[in-house]
């Protein structure tokens, strides 16, 4: 199992990042996914979930409205559109798939596979 994320960057407070995860080795659309990030000196925390079919989505209430996810079951990729970028927005964002999950999960401990990172830094 491969994830492979990207799309991060630099980019000034109220602007806009769509990050991408690819993904490769397992059946992509039969699991749920998720994005999580890690700012500097805290934990990792849950970000944006999506269900199977991407009928499901799930938010921390803190870029509820400001961030979108979603999947392509067809191209085997995820995606977190962020808009409205906050300094507090800045961390390492992460994407990461379930097994045996159809359904969203804010649980870490339900997610085995791991992409590696890709930075994201919001200037004020």
């Known amino acids: 199992v491969q994830l492979q994320a990207c799309g991060g960057g630099l980019v000034q407070a109220g602007g806009s990042l769509r990050l991408s995860c690819a993904a490769s080795?397992?059946?992509?659309?039969?699991?749920?996914l998720g994005w999580f990030r890690q700012a500097p000196g805290k934990e990792r925390e849950f970000v944006a979930a999506?269900?199977?079919?991407?009928?499901?989505?799930d938010y921390i209430d803190s870029v509820k409205g400001r961030f979108t996810i979603s999947r392509d079951n067809i191209n085997n990729t995820c995606y977190l559109q962020m808009n409205s970028l906050k300094p507090e927005d800045t961390a390492v964002y992460y994407c990461?798939?379930?097994?045996?999950?159809?359904?969203?999960?804010?649980?870490?401990?339900?997610?085995?596979?791991w992409g590696q990172g890709t930075e994201v830094t919001v200037s004020s």
């Open positions: 990461a798939a379930t097994y045996g999950q159809s359904k969203t999960t804010r649980r870490l401990s339900q997610y085995p596979y």
């Open positions: 080795g397992f059946t992509f659309s039969s699991h749920a």
């Open positions: 999506i269900s199977w079919s991407g009928g499901t989505t």
